[in-house]
Each structure stands twice: as structure tokens, then as C-alpha cells.
């Protein structure tokens, strides 16, 4: 069973930066994109940043020139490098992987969440 492990959240000041990692584990064939959302409260969960297995990415527009999304094929692992913070940026991030693996065949895989907040 696909497993994704995040982390690097916490607490930061506004302005400040940081890094969050997902690692995904077990019987993955190939991975399609991987991706970030966020969960506000009384908000919908919106996409963060996406990445593809080109290396395309897509980012909210809320996040351009602040937040850059990469990742390490080999290693199955994508990460969120977040700059310039503003308490609006706080959330409950999650790791999102759309891949094909064992036993579920092609689907969205998510994982548990990390926290984020920013302090003004």
C-alpha cells in the first residue's frame, strides 16, 4: 500500500520560510504528478503547487514568485520550499501523488498533513 510521509511544518513568523518534504513509499510503478494542498478552516482545499513527471509546474496564484515545488524522481519524494510567509499561508498542508502502484491500481494517494502557521 502506497504510503506518503510528510514533513518540515511548524510554526513561523510572517516573512519567514519553510520546507516541507513528502516521501512516497511501497509498490509504486510510475508516478504522474505530485502535488500540495492546503486546508484552511471554511475554506475549500486548494492546490498549492503541482509538479509533473516532465518537471512542469503549476502554482496558485496566491503562492506565484513565493512558493517553488520540486522533487526527486529517484527517490519518490517532492518537496515545498515556502518563502516570504504571510499568515494567510496558514494550514494544514498535505502531500497529494497521483502514481500507479499495488494494490490499487492508478488513483490519488494522499497524505495525513502537516501543519503550518504563520504569526504576524
Known amino acids: 500500500q502506497v504510503q506518503l510521509m510528510e514533513s518540515g511544518g511548524g510554526l513561523v513568523q510572517a516573512g519567514g520560510s519553510l520546507r516541507l518534504s513528502c516521501a512516497a513509499s511501497g509498490r509504486i510503478f510510475s508516478i504522474n504528478y505530485m502535488a500540495w494542498y492546503r486546508q484552511t478552516p471554511g475554506k475549500q482545499r486548494e492546490l498549492v503547487a503541482q509538479?509533473?513527471?516532465?518537471?512542469?509546474?503549476n502554482y496558485a496564484d496566491s503562492v506565484k514568485g513565493r512558493f517553488t515545488i520540486s522533487r526527486d524522481s529517484a527517490e519518490k519524494k517532492v518537496y515545498l520550499q515556502m518563502d516570504s510567509l504571510k499568515p494567510e499561508d496558514t494550514g494544514v498542508y498535505s502531500c497529494?501523488?497521483?502514481?500507479?502502484?499495488?494494490?490499487?491500481?492508478?488513483?490519488?494517494?494522499w497524505g495525513q498533513g502537516t501543519q503550518v502557521t504563520v504569526s504576524s
Open positions: 509538479i509533473t513527471s516532465g518537471g512542469n509546474t
Open positions: 497529494n501523488v497521483h502514481a500507479l502502484a499495488l494494490p490499487d491500481g492508478v488513483r490519488d494517494y
